[in-house]
Each structure stands twice: as C-alpha cells, then as structure tokens.
T-cell receptor
C-alpha cells in the first residue's frame, strides 16, 4: 500500500512565527488530507487537497501530485495551533486512507 | 450537518467484558471506516464499509473484534471479550462515494480496559 512520511516529527515555535510541514507519499493519490488533532483528541479536517493550493485564514496547503508531496503552511502561529498534524492519503475509490505518523507542533507564548 | 456521531465518548470496562462502540455517519455518505489510535501504532484502519457492505477487514486484530453496518445510518464495533491491550481511542469516519471531498471523523471513543 501507499507509504506516507511526514517531517519534521516535532516542531517548537514561538508565537507569531511561520512554519512549513511536509508530507511525502509513495504513489499517485486520489485523496490527500491534512488533519489537526487538538489536545482533546479530536481530528479536525483542515484541507482536502489531492492537488493544487488552498488557503484558509492563516493556513494554506499545496500538493504537487507529480512530485508526490504536500506542504502545510502555518503563518503567524498561535498557541491554539499546538497539537499533532497528520497527513493522510489514498490511491483509489476502494482503498484505505493511510496516515503518516504525524508532526507534533508546540507553539509557545 | 451534525457530523459523524460516536458513542460513548468514554468507556471503562473490566477485562473479559463485551464492549460495543457506535457510530452514525453523515447522511449521504456511503463509506464508513473504523480506525484505532494508539501511541505505539498510530492511526490504523480496522475495517471499512461501502454501501453497508464490509470491503476490507484485514485490519481487524483478531476474532474478538467484529463490526456491523445494518443500515446506512448506523454501525457498531464490538469487542468480546475485551483485553487491556484493546485500550485505545476508536474513531469512526465517513465519506461520500470515492472519498470525494475527503473523510470526516467523529470525536472518537476512548476505551480503557482494566
């Protein structure tokens, strides 16, 4: 099955800083999503982005499908951005959504 | 849209007892997934259904685990008998046909087996 790798595994930021989180995947994808797992354990869908670029407030994401990677940008980080960011992908209509191991982000005041 | 609804939010049970987790997918979504999250293994897919039919249950750990989807608006994941190593957060997710617009996850059930 598809392999999903995320980097870096951990990230510590000062409030207000910008950051880039990376996701590499081993095969062509039909679906690529970024999730934020907050301190209460909820998995919040940030972006559905199998290709192209999307923006939502301070967050934006870009997927370059031909080169098999996706990037999540966080600008002007806030303490509420802390948590674990997961990238997940799948390759077809009946295949499973495979998750990376996640990136743990800590934003300090 | 109430989202994917899971119950209970927390469950504490004694080893050997039967545990049933419940999920109501988003109306109009025809695919339903059960995931388990642990520190050691991360998020792993247990089973998924398309149009109420189980498609892939290769992630179900063993015969103690079973899942059903009797209709388009309800699914259960049952563990019998439960063991301490089953302690984890269990998530249910649903999606439109082909995963269009992505998967939506429920809030999860935190299971503790003592």
């Amino acid at each position: 099955g598809i392999q999903v790798e995320q980097s870096p595994p951990d990230l510590i930021l000062q409030e207000g800083a910008n950051s880039t989180l990376r996701c590499n995947f081993s095969d062509s994808v039909n679906n690529l999503q970024w999730f934020h797992q907050n301190p209460w354990g909820q998995l919040i869908n940030l972006f559905y982005i199998p290709s192209g670029t999307k923006q939502n407030g301070r967050l934006s994401a870009t997927t370059v499908a031909t080169e098999r990677y996706s990037l999540l940008y966080i600008s002007s980080s806030q303490t509420t951005d802390s948590g674990v960011y997961f990238c997940a992908a799948y390759t077809g209509a009946n295949s499973k959504l495979t998750f990376g191991k996640g990136i743990t982000l800590s934003v300090r005041p | 849209d109430a989202g994917v609804i899971q119950s209970p939010r927390h469950e504490v049970t004694e080893m050997g007892q039967e545990v049933t987790l419940r999920c109501k997918p988003i109306s109009g979504h025809n695919s339903l997934f059960w995931y388990r999250q642990t520190m050691m293994r991360g998020l792993e897919l247990l089973i998924y259904f398309n149009n109420n039919v189980p498609i892939d249950d290769s992630g179900m750990p063993e015969d103690r685990f079973s899942a059903k989807m009797p209709n388009a608006s309800f699914s259960t994941l049952k563990i019998q008998p439960s063991e301490p190593r089953d302690s984890a957060v269990y998530f249910c997710a649903s999606s439109r046909p082909g995963g269009a617009y992505g998967y939506t996850f429920g809030s999860g059930t935190r299971l503790t087996v003592v």
